[in-house]
């Protein structure tokens, strides 16, 4: 049927009579895969040869058109893929879903869709093609009601029930077809099971004879990202086939979530910008920054050797080493300061520093955990590491053994697991408590930095310190990097959580001595603690 040029029910006015031919011309240009010629187009829209071929030459002086030569037809332009993909894409959900959509299509023999929010609609992201030759076909890109479709319905069930509440207020509850749910209230007691069961079913509401299943996808935050489905003819999808499939799809749906990383409004704390440095002198190479119950920030000079103390005061030195400092611990109302050979116990008071009972040989790293205990790793003859805990008579009860040395150690309070990071082969080590079994949590390539001190979030997350990279980055407890912030020096050293204002903080301590001389000119802040807001 041909559109009448300017009678859109729009209303438009006559100054954007150009515009909507224009935006006609491209509409009929994109439901036609095969593209259409200019005589095609000026016959279905009912417009004159000449302005067709006005409006034809500006859309592909704009990249919005292009034109076959072979075929002599016109087909949508790369600038159209473009801007979509700008508008509605996401690109890591799409490709967090693409293999299990294509496992879900072999599953079932029925097509697969994931789809997102979009206002008061879903809109379709992705779909992969059923196996049989009648079967589900909606194409990417096509708008649905949320009330009446088994994604819009699987993602307001994930929503916060006052979001949820909101938007099944707002929106119109349209009859798309004699079973279409128009009373609001069943429509809460239907997202209700969805929830409770993990799955939606639309049984032939949007489209007479066409069922589908669909689940929410939702990411380690715990925000919905968007769902999938699998839709059919409602003879092959029977109500108990969906009932069997649900369950397939909410697992699906899960596992493409737990790729996902939370979103985060783009912000300054991502860049070096938003990093400032802390009053005081540079260190030659900062490291093991601990903060005690009081607030105050226990932090060393590896090198020097010395410890710092930054407080409402400012940053002093407090004790003076007699060899390289290797951690940091706070226990109690004092602090423990491990040598590469012994500790010391900093107390409080004035009370003078005493010698702690400590094991045999070179310590690599230590760390302190919430029950005021010290966890040590310490070099092996065969240059391996042993990692465990050390006990009151000075011994080190021995947890887990690998076979390179170890540069840091942080333990997670939550429950108690510990890691540990080797910079020669760039790995994060994770170890469970009461397992023997080590896991290696991620690797860092060489190009991006060598892995310095590390140190585990509340939101299951684990922080890591780049020397020459720039940067300190966060990963998954899956190994996925999750989040980079930039920093004003090349090597960040270790780095530590601090609580202020209700505001978490991040503290970085940086190296100064390995900074060639004509690179602290761009980085004059090496060596000094730096402070992150996230």
Known sequence: MAIPSGKHPSGAGEGTGALEKALDVLEAIGRSPQGMSQAGLAERLALPRTTVYRLLATLVARGLVRRDPQRKVYCLGIRCYEMARQSFAVPDLVAAAAMELRTLRDLTGETTYLARLDGREVISLERCDGAHTKRSAASLGDRKPLHCTSQGKAILSAMPDGERDAIVRDIVLRPMTALTITDRRRLQAELRITRARGYAIDDEEIVLGVRCVGAPVIDSAGDVRGAISVAGPAWRLTRARLELLGPEVAEAARRIGAQLAPQRPASADASESSVQAVPGNWAFQGGHPVVAADGRVFWADVLAPTVRCLGEDGDKEIFTADAPIAGLAVRGDGLVVVHEHGATLLQAAGAPPAALPWPAGTTLAACGDARGGIWAAMSLPESGTAIGQVQEDGRLQVHWRIGEPVASLAVRDA???????????????????????????????????????????????????????????????????????????PCATDIAFRTRGGHQELLITTQRQSVPLDALATAPLSGRMLLAAL
């Open 415 to 489: 429950d108690g697991a510990v890691f540990a990071t080797a910079p020669h082969s760039g790995t994060i080590f994770l170890f469970a408590p009461g397992q023997s079994v080590v896991r290696r949590l991620a690797t860092v390539p060489r190009g991006s930095g060598r892995l310095g001190g590390l140190a585990p979030d509340g939101q299951g997350g684990i922080w890591a310190a780049l020397c020459d990279g720039w940067s300190v980055v966060r990963f998954t407890m899956e190994g996925q990097l999750d989040r980079v912030i930039g920093l004003p020096v």
